[in-house]
């Protein structure tokens, strides 16, 4: 009986093959199966437990129920858990064994005949070799993925605490929808591993070089991006590292994959603008394309005769071996000390020569290999000064156009830090024309501190990170990410003074930008309200015990959210930057801290409304009042209150003691945002506040006052050089010298309470 | 029929195959005879789609070979490895070969497998070195290709086997016009088997002929003269081969037979015998006409 033909024999051989890798595709199943299956099973019966104990322990609480009686706690599933983790990673693994066992042919001369005269075209045994050995992985792993989809929707239904538990995991609300994404998720990533095999043994020619860049390739490409990254950007001026390299780390090898997937619940808050899908999901899946398509192509023109040599295309294998010199060197020379050339080029050579051994298989030429060596390691160090003296090639200067800008992202806590950091989203044009101007600031101050220094030896993160900030050492953290209209994102990080930050103070009054501070309030809130049941807001200044507002719902908070909104977008530039009605109190949230006046009518009807007492503000506590220095500027600048540099030259603090009768008059009309001309201010309860022009006098009448009492002081310290401080707290702190009794003094412990200094004779 | 001409064939610098012209008619049963390193089995390669000439073209049936699955489907490559096939027991290996080759027969290969007896269900990793020859053999002939290529094929095989094989072999060449290349050192068997050869070195075709005309192109002459005559004197023919022992001449001389004999009568021989020579000696003589010798030996 004749064969009847196959239509395709892409077919026959994929099916095949498919067949003689049927048991390893058991034992990764079996793997599949052990990891997260298993976990989830004994997350249920750990939350099962957990819920039994804690119901007897409540009633154990309340009496009911004996102590012995109590179920045993539970054991915590973490012994699971690393058996999970290490049966993954071993299911990952067979990926590439399987590609090694599919693509044998490559690398073992025995196999290439019985393959090669097989009626098969390249395109057909590449394209059934692909597929089938993919097939082989990926089956289980989808398997294992859809008993754990059922295993987490029973876990949902038994589990009372389940959505919770998805909770404590950054704001899933459900923990399916953890399951599905770390399931297509761990799809793409054990794609990419055996796509990345198949990439690598189309390079190779032998079994030695096959398996060990296999395996090799997935540390060094995160390996050498990471630190070569880290080594190199990490020094650039405004370049975080984060937002540089992490998005090209996370989609360009299979543990760069597990990184992102955890970068990706770690920061997934509800709040984050990270995306699974377009944020990551994507760009990996073309990544992973790109490693499988030029498989083909290398595979397309190998020819059958290249198996046995070390590398087919040994392009691939200079690559590799630059990108290792460049990473050595980038380790080397990270604190640009000229000292740590000798020992780079010590142990780059020898990491080089081995490798050049190990693939020429012996020491045949050795004297190429020592030219090739000084070739590469000129290039990069040549590669590594350019990008240093040209800030990464020009990247530290990169400020895209206005015209290319479709919006930015500002991450910063406000002029006056009357915000946690959240990120506002400004799109109009004057908006974006401050920004722009900011930054330019920015980089215009540092192109003169970068002339002006002369400090080789110092390490540039240290020096840039806090020198080029002026003489301003309170500087506020600026994170502006550019989205351009191409798609691409620019993303900067500054520590700015208060010069630079002016450029956003026309943006802070904005209906663009109070929108979003107000909808951030919201979102919190709301958080707040859905998890706890409840949220609430302070009222409180110096001389006062906090006032809560309870809110129980979305309506009492909108009431008062549309207030402030009213507000904010009411209030003059002037009353806003210098304002000149009494300051009442701050109104508190967990992440916002809004100085209130006269100029917010409709918060005051608000806090009033819910028997908020504001005029207790007016009675002054000298107790509760804690006035513990002044300090007077010498300079003429023009500054924030929030970043005013008490420690800076032109400034001078006297630190207060005594009841003076100006401490009332000041405490009345001192202001928490200010941004002018500030020639005094004044520490309460711990906080600097401005004093306004107008009552310099005033301020500077208790400055004296302070100032001659402490030279007093002082001179009968330096006299008698030792004594003791003792708090109101009856804590008791000795100094043997005025500068130890300074220190003292310079604690806030000791010198926010009341305390008597004795001085012994 | 194959076809190949201007072929040429290199790997990395070195020349495997130097520009080579050659045609094999179909149903010949082709001997290729060569040194070392000739580039015989760089050739049945080629005509395996293994390789890929570099220059030149490579044709069966008019069709090119390589990445061409209507051809690669008529042609059957045995060659001198073993190792590849140690994964499957016969069937295994007969269902997988099966799947491939369109005119793959169960009759023949049951036919085969009986009268050779080789166990069906074992591996062949543990089959002996013949017995694994022997099973590729009976694949080969199973697929009922119209090419079938040889190299080394006989290598392992016991004496009784190689009959069995060679007969085999020579049915299925007269029953369906079977053209065969055979690449072997076993220069008996290509005796017995092979109407036609090619010799090769250094990449390059020497001959190519039909056994016959090769075994009567050259001769070896026993002669005894009464002068003593050394190797010059016969500078008239093409002597591959003069060797003086005592008062006997013995030459190795290519030619014909009639004009050598006309030729040397003239120098009035005591004693001339002409005697033919095995393929072997052939082969030895012709190579050592080529440098290719073991007299640098000592």
Known sequence: MTAQKLTDNTYTNMFYKIKSNIRISVVALILNLISAPVILINMIIYL???????????????GLLAENALPPYPNSPEIYIAVGVFATAAAVLIGIVIAMGNFSYLYKKSNVDMVMSLPLTTRQRFTSDFLSGAISYLAPFLMSGIVSMIISFIGS??????????????????????????????????????????????????????????????????????????LLLGNLYGINFENSIIPVLTKTSPIGGVIGIAYYL?????????????????????????????????????????????????????????????????????????????PLIIFSAIVYLILEVITNRGFKKVWLSAIRYAITMICVLIVISIMDFTDGFGMVYQIPKASQISSVELDYPGIFESYESSAVKLKEKDAISNVISMHSDVLDLYKEEKKAENDVDTPKATSYMNKYNSADYRATFVKIKYNLKSGAQLTREYSVNSDVLKNLSDIELSDEYIDQRIQSIRSSIFKMITLENYSEISFYNFSEQPQNIDFKNMTEVEEMLTALSTDMKSISPEEFYTPSKPFLGFMGLSNINIPINENYPNVIKFLEKHDINLFLSNKFDPIATKIISITQNNTDEITFITRFNKEAENYYTETISQEYPEIEELAKVVQPNYMGKIVYTMNINGSEYAVPEEYSSIAESLYNKAKGYNQKHTEEIAVNSYGYIVTEDNDVYYFNSFEEYNNLLADKDISSKEYKVVIQK | MIELKGLTKRFDDFVALDNIDLTIPEGTAFGLLGSNGAGKSTILRILSGIYKQEAGDAHIDGEPIFDNVSVKEKVFFINDETIQFSRFTLIELKDFYKRFYPKFSEEIFEKLKNTIKLPSDKRIDQFSKGMKRQAVVIIGLSCQTDYLLLDEAFDGLDPTMRIIVKRMLVDAMLDRKLTTIISSHNLKEINEVCDTVALMHKGKIIFNRDLDSVKGNIHKVQAAFAIDYDKDAFSDLEVLHYERNQSLTYLIIKGDEEEIKSKLNIKKPLVLDIIPLTLEEIFIYEMEGLGYDCTEIN
């Open chain 1, 48 to 62: 099962k437990a957990q819920e039994k104990y804690n119901a007897a322990y409540m009633l154990y609480t309340q």
């Open chain 1, 157 to 230: 239904i038994v589990v009372k605490d389940w959505s919770e538990f998805a909770g404590q995991l950054n704001g899933f609300s459900s923990i399916n929808d953890l399951v599905v994404k770390l399931i297509i998720g761990g799809f793409f990533i054990m794609l990419m591993v055996y796509a990345l095999a198949v990439f690598t043994i189309s390079c190779c020619g032998s079994f030695f070089e096959a398996i060990a860049y296999t395996l090799g390739l997935n540390l060094l490409i995160p390996g050498i991006i990471a630190a070569g990254g880290y």
């Open chain 1, 266 to 342: 770690l920061d997934y808050n509800g709040d984050n603008n990270f995306s699974f899908y377009t944020g990551w999901l994507i760009p990996f899946i073309i990544v992973t394309l790109i490693y499988a398509i030029s498989s083909w192509f290398l595979y397309k023109n190998r020819k059958a005769e290249d198996v046995s040599k070390p590398f087919v295309y040994k392009l691939f294998y200079y690559i590799v071996i630059t990108c290792i010199t460049f990473t050595i060197s980038s380790i080397f020379i990270f604190d640009r000390s000229s000292g740590n050339i000798v």
